[in-house]
């Protein structure tokens, strides 16, 4: 016997019965979009490799390490997108959305890194991000706290995380800051752990953002970005701070977030919670006001944030119910009815174009289908019998006990049965 094929470490499966989820908080966030103008858009899963080195940096742990890349039949290197914010200022250079024009853009769907799989983080995993071009901060930086905010309460979470903001500065108060931090970490090179070391010379900040234990006291006595700001960052950090007070938007500043990769300038904010373990952030993001022009197009303000939806999911999971069960199920008795009961169910679409109706096939006995009815969690059994086919009658059967009035079961003309589940809906 052979042995079977299993799915690659840390590319999950999403079944039915965890769909309903995954599905209601996509939805959500397409109904939120939708209240703040803007607008969604799609680009391919595979990029050119030079796109990421270029913007996230080499000196990364997702370009060092983490990107799934290799060469096409044309020897060309390929990257399968580990994030979403360099591809969409390609396509948006690339399609010529970004000369002289303001964008408020969306997008979801799968990214790629090598990563060691654990709660929370995976190789294959769903992001749904935000990018705004042509604003300046802070207004529009603001915005996206807000709008994260309100999805936050539209689907019961807002207890659960907290906002943590910083700002890291122009590039030259940061190219600054940089020597800084050089010069204080190699006075403890020796007691660095082995990511800091190599980082030391090359990307000193993220020595700040170690999570190792025994980095935390050297950390912690670091130098901060704040105190090194250029003058026009600390006065748009203030204002920034000002608005959400305004908005009652609570947050912390938190001097050590500086984010993981290159490109982030001024403000850059994340969104965790103590609820998952090691794999606190559910939202992060900042703006990048010279990735455009780094990637080839014209100089041009931009912000933007990520979430990963496994995290979201995983947190709803705990806190919230939502099925995918079907509205109705149609039951058949009867060979005619067996025969025509395909005809009668799409009859009965057309009528309830908002009804989820499930076909019985396959052909059982009428205390089988019941069950089955029942198991499906369905509110609705509908019984197409001979006798009512003749009559061109519906029967209609209350499967739960919310749903039952003074009747558990009515049978009615096809068009007032529809009517009864319309209403019912």
């Given at each position: 016997m052979q042995n079977?094929?299993?799915s690659?470490?840390?590319?999950?499966?999403?079944l039915?019965?965890?769909?309903?989820l995954?599905?209601?908080?996509?939805n959500?966030l397409?109904?939120?979009m939708?209240?703040y103008g803007?607008d969604e858009?799609?680009f391919?899963i595979?990029?050119?490799?030079?796109?990421f080195k270029?913007?996230?940096?080499?000196?990364?742990?997702?370009?060092e390490?983490?990107?799934?890349?290799f060469?096409?039949r044309?020897g060309?290197?390929?990257?399968?997108?580990p994030?979403?914010t360099?591809v969409?200022?390609r396509?948006?250079i690339?399609?010529g959305?970004?000369?002289?024009q303001?964008?408020?853009?969306w997008?979801?769907g799968?990214?790629?890194?090598?990563e060691?799989?654990?709660k929370g983080?995976?190789r294959q995993?769903?992001?749904?991000?935000?990018?705004v071009?042509?604003?300046?901060?802070?207004?529009?930086d603001?915005?996206?706290?807000?709008?994260?905010?309100?999805?936050?309460?539209?689907?019961?979470?807002a207890?659960?995380?907290v906002l943590e903001?910083n700002?890291l500065g122009s590039?030259e108060?940061?190219?600054?800051?940089k020597q800084v931090l050089?010069?204080?970490f190699?006075?403890?090179?020796?007691s660095l752990?082995?990511?800091?070391?190599?980082r030391?010379y090359?990307?000193?900040?993220?020595?700040?953002?170690?999570?190792n234990?025994?980095?935390?006291e050297?950390n912690?006595?670091?130098?901060?970005?704040?105190?090194?700001?250029?003058?026009?960052?600390?006065?748009e950090f203030k204002q920034?701070?000002q608005?959400?007070?305004l908005?009652k938007?609570?947050y912390k500043?938190?001097?050590?977030l500086?984010?993981?990769?290159?490109?982030?300038n001024?403000?850059?904010?994340?969104?965790?919670?103590?609820?998952?373990g090691?794999?606190?952030t559910v939202?992060?993001g900042g703006r990048?006001?010279?990735?455009v022009k780094?990637?080839?197009?014209?100089?041009?303000?931009a912000?933007?944030f990520?979430?990963?939806l496994e995290?979201?999911?995983a947190?709803?999971a705990?806190?919230?119910?939502?099925?995918n069960?079907?509205?109705?199920?149609?039951?058949?008795?009867?060979?005619?009815a067996?025969?025509?009961g395909?005809?009668?169910a799409?009859?009965?679409?057309?009528?309830?174009?908002?009804?989820?109706?499930?076909?019985?096939?396959?052909?059982?006995?009428?205390?089988?289908q019941?069950?089955?009815?029942?198991?499906?969690?369905a509110?609705f059994?509908i019984?197409?019998?001979?006798?009512?086919?003749d009559s061109?009658?519906?029967t209609i059967?209350?499967?739960?006990?919310?749903?039952?009035t003074?009747?558990?079961?009515k049978?009615l003309?096809m068009s007032?049965?529809c009517?009864?589940?319309?209403?019912?809906l």
């Amino acid at each position: 016997m052979q042995n079977k094929i299993q799915s690659i470490r840390g590319m999950n499966d999403i079944l039915p019965s965890e769909i309903a989820l995954w599905q209601y908080l996509e939805n959500t966030l397409r109904e939120t979009m939708t209240q703040y103008g803007y607008d969604e858009i799609r680009f391919p899963i595979v990029e050119k490799t030079a796109l990421f080195k270029r913007s996230i940096g080499e000196v990364t742990d997702i370009v060092e390490k983490e990107m799934y890349t290799f060469n096409d039949r044309n020897g060309d290197s390929l990257t399968l997108r580990p994030e979403g914010t360099a591809v969409c200022v390609r396509s948006g250079i690339q399609q010529g959305l970004l000369v002289n024009q303001q964008q408020r853009l969306w997008y979801l769907g799968p990214m790629f890194r090598h990563e060691r799989p654990q709660k929370g983080r995976y190789r294959q995993f769903h992001q749904f991000g935000v990018e705004v071009f042509g604003l300046s901060g802070p207004d529009i930086d603001v915005e996206l706290i807000v709008m994260t905010s309100r999805l936050w309460k539209k689907i019961g979470l807002a207890d659960d995380v907290v906002l943590e903001i910083n700002s890291l500065g122009s590039l030259e108060a940061r190219d600054n800051y940089k020597q800084v931090l050089v010069d204080y970490f190699s006075q403890y090179e020796a007691s660095l752990d082995e990511d800091s070391q190599r980082r030391l010379y090359t990307n000193p900040l993220r020595i700040l953002d170690s999570k190792n234990p025994s980095m935390q006291e050297i950390n912690s006595n670091a130098p901060q970005l704040i105190d090194y700001l250029d003058d026009e960052s600390k006065h748009e950090f203030k204002q920034l701070c000002q608005i959400l007070d305004l908005a009652k938007i609570p947050y912390k500043i938190n001097p050590r977030l500086v984010r993981g990769l290159d490109y982030y300038n001024k403000l850059v904010f994340e969104w965790v919670t103590t609820q998952l373990g090691a794999q606190g952030t559910v939202c992060a993001g900042g703006r990048y006001d010279t990735l455009v022009k780094q990637l080839g197009g014209k100089e041009t303000p931009a912000v933007g944030f990520a979430m990963g939806l496994e995290r979201l999911v995983a947190l709803l999971a705990e806190r919230k119910e939502v099925s995918n069960n079907p509205d109705a199920v149609l039951l058949l008795m009867g060979e005619r009815a067996q025969s025509q009961g395909l005809v009668v169910a799409e009859t009965i679409r057309d009528y309830c174009p908002d009804l989820s109706l499930q076909l019985f096939c396959g052909g059982a006995s009428f205390k089988s289908q019941m069950k089955r009815a029942d198991k499906s969690g369905a509110k609705f059994a509908i019984i197409l019998a001979d006798n009512e086919l003749d009559s061109n009658q519906l029967t209609i059967k209350f499967l739960r006990a919310e749903d039952v009035t003074e009747e558990q079961q009515k049978t009615l003309p096809m068009s007032d049965a529809c009517d009864l589940l319309n209403k019912s809906l």
